[in-house]
């Protein structure tokens, strides 16, 4: 057996190896996260027959506590069957059956604690569809992601998030009021550059690719092109896998004007009629900036634009204010 020969049997064997273990976990996962339901569930049931007496409850969790820990060791205190029991009392309800759960027990015990259960659900499939760590849930949580896509669908379209997640099928679909970019390390008022902010996404590519939402794979940075003898450079070129199309992305630090949304529809007709090919969809421009006007955004562009303006910030935003601007709009 060549060198060349024995170093490929190896590698198939370590990825018969791995494969297993990693079923093996996504097995076992499954097990111990339905196990805990079913716990949280005779939990319940058990306090509903003692609930005339104040106290059950409480000494109910104490006294399991004290046994599962003698006979199962460590996992099981107190707090720990509190969790299981909002478990299955966040979950009870649930169209799909607990054997069902496809994340880990760590990922519903975060969601249990999500009280809108539109909200929830939004979190639950998006974390299902996109393979989030737990990491990467909190973070899109505190990003308050669901409340920026609500904020621009009415009340139907709302309730499609709770149901399906994140839908794209045309261009305003991918788009988010505000963009979070906390992630960059920026402090909100502090000065910086157009190129220095470019910077800091390009070495921060991965995290805005999951900011900027689904399909999304990189393409370019200061894209050139030129014309009549003189040379423009768009700051961002992303391909969206989705929509089958190009997607530019200017940055403005300050506030927008309306000579950046020509800027913006000229670069998007030039990619429209040279680079995109017969297959691709028309070109989408986005400009990020840090404050807007929307009356002179909506009388710049003519009506169903590809470009939109949308607004960023450097910190995570207000949960608060954002749910109040989702009831106000509803």
Known sequence: MSN???????????????????QTYQAINQIMTKTYF????KIVEEEQKGKSRASYGK??????????????????????????RQFYL??????????????????????????????????EIESIKNSWSLRELRRQFDSAIFERLALSKDKQKVKELATKGEIIQKPK?????????????LEEKSHYSENGFEQKLIDKLEHFLLELGKGFTFVARQKRFSFDDEHFRVDLVFYNRLL????????????????????????????????????????????LC????ETLVELTLPKDSQIFASKYQTVLPNKEELKKLLESNQ
């Open 38 to 41: 079913e716990i949280g569930k």
């Open 290 to 293: 840090k404050d807007k006007n």
């Open 173 to 185: 679909d991918l788009i988010k009021e505000p963009y979070v970019l906390e992630f960059l390390g």
């Open 244 to 287: 089958k199309c190009l997607v530019l992305i200017d940055l403005k630090i300050g506030k927008l004007k309306h000579q950046d949304v020509g800027q913006m529809m000229m670069y998007v007709n030039y990619f429209y009629r040279f680079e995109k090919t017969k297959e691709e969809n028309p070109t989408i421009g986005i400009i």
């Open 90 to 123: 966040s979950f009870q309800n649930r169209q799909t059956l607990s054997d069902d759960f496809k994340l880990s027990y760590s990922h519903y015990i975060f969601l249990s604690k999500i009280e809108n259960i539109d909200e929830r659900n939004f979190y």
């Open 59 to 84: 000494e109910l969790l104490k006294n399991l506590s004290i046994e599962l820990t003698k006979e199962y060791g460590k996992g099981f205190s107190v707090t720990n069957l509190k969790n299981m």
């Open 4 to 22: 060349l020969t024995q170093k490929k049997f190896i590698q198939d064997i370590k990825a018969l190896l791995q494969s297993a273990r990693t």
